[in-house]
């Protein structure tokens, strides 16, 4: 009598799965560093998400890798299997170092200039081109020696473990897929607006953009006054507010925005998803 189907998920096709999504983060960062040879114009903002969640997602499944598959491959493993486990989790271990370069390019980037612009885009493609490798290595060479040699026993257990970092994934990668879903070097996401003077009927149209940081920008109609509010907190919500006033009307003086506002030196954003239109900076840059 045969035992029966296991419902828990198989966690090599698991790790396969994380590593397309891994694979299209990749991606972007190739077509980021093409943008800036071909003049797409990608925002300082774009990229520094892009690093961010490319880390924080490499981070998760790494550590779903070490902590979950290894205890229980390296029992059953041949030999040989071992070294390819030993070079992904040295590989993964020093992905801050391999970062280090591009925010570094980043931080000295200027659109005006070409030799600073070819250097962000030179260590991105390193990047890209690297991990592009190491994606490839990891399929087909642990995880594929590991389908074998894997007894059920020990898989459901791997796929239970996983269950520690399902919600962290599982937030990631919703953030993955908003981000994605941008054309590179293009406005995130057009909105509504009605001015914010009473009785005013007039409506518009604002977008929000990748700002500096991977902070979110929001940028209002041409001619129109963007005037962030104070935030008000309650029930340890943070909530933001925007207003948008059309040229015929001037806004009223308000208080001073806080410095998270204002983008001012060593600002960071509200919340602790700065790609999210409910946190993060909303003052576009011809407010700064």
């Given amino acids: 009598m045969t035992d029966p189907p296991s419902e828990d998920p198989d966690p090599l096709d698991e790790l396969?799965?994380?590593?397309?999504?891994?694979?299209?983060?990749?991606?972007?960062?190739?077509?980021?560093?093409?943008?800036?040879?071909?003049?797409?114009?990608?925002?300082?903002?774009?990229?520094?998400?892009?690093?961010?969640?490319?880390?924080?997602?490499?981070?998760?499944?790494?550590?779903?890798?070490?902590?979950?598959?290894?205890?229980?491959?390296?029992?059953?493993?041949?030999?040989?299997?071992?070294?390819?486990?030993?070079?992904?989790?040295?590989?993964?271990?020093?992905?801050?170092?391999?970062?280090?370069?591009?925010?570094?390019?980043?931080?000295?980037?200027a659109p005006a200039d070409p030799e600073r612009r070819e250097a962000l885009a030179r260590e991105l493609a390193t990047l890209a081109q690297h991990e592009h490798e190491k994606l490839d290595y990891e399929n087909d060479v642990p995880l594929s020696c590991l389908r074998a040699a894997l007894p059920d026993d020990a898989a459901r257990r791997v796929a239970r473990t996983f269950d520690r970092t399902q919600r962290p994934l599982e937030d990631l990668e919703g953030h993955i897929e908003r981000y994605l879903h941008r054309e590179p070097g293009k406005a995130t996401e057009r909105f509504p607006v009605r001015c914010a003077h009473s009785g005013c009927p007039r409506r518009s149209e604002a977008e929000s953009y990748p700002a500096e940081r991977g902070h979110l920008g929001i940028r209002g109609p041409t001619g129109w006054k963007v005037v962030p509010r104070p935030p008000k907190f309650t029930g340890g919500v943070v909530t933001l507010g925007i207003d948008f006033w059309c040229p015929d009307h001037v806004p009223a003086p308000a208080p001073a925005a806080p410095s998270t506002l204002r983008g001012g030196p060593g600002a960071e954003p509200i919340g602790s998803e700065p790609s999210t239109p409910s946190h993060g900076e909303v003052v576009p840059p011809a407010l700064a």
């Fill in 16 to 109: 396969a799965r994380e590593n397309e999504v891994i694979g299209r983060l990749d991606e972007r960062l190739g077509e980021l560093a093409l943008g800036l040879r071909t003049g797409t114009e990608p925002s300082p903002g774009e990229i520094a998400e892009g690093l961010r969640l490319f880390e924080q997602y490499v981070g998760v499944h790494a550590l779903r890798f070490d902590e979950a598959l290894e205890p229980e491959a390296r029992p059953v493993a041949m030999s040989s299997c071992s070294e390819h486990l030993d070079a992904i989790h040295q590989d993964r271990a020093v992905l801050p170092e391999r970062l280090a370069p591009v925010r570094t390019a980043l931080g000295r980037y």
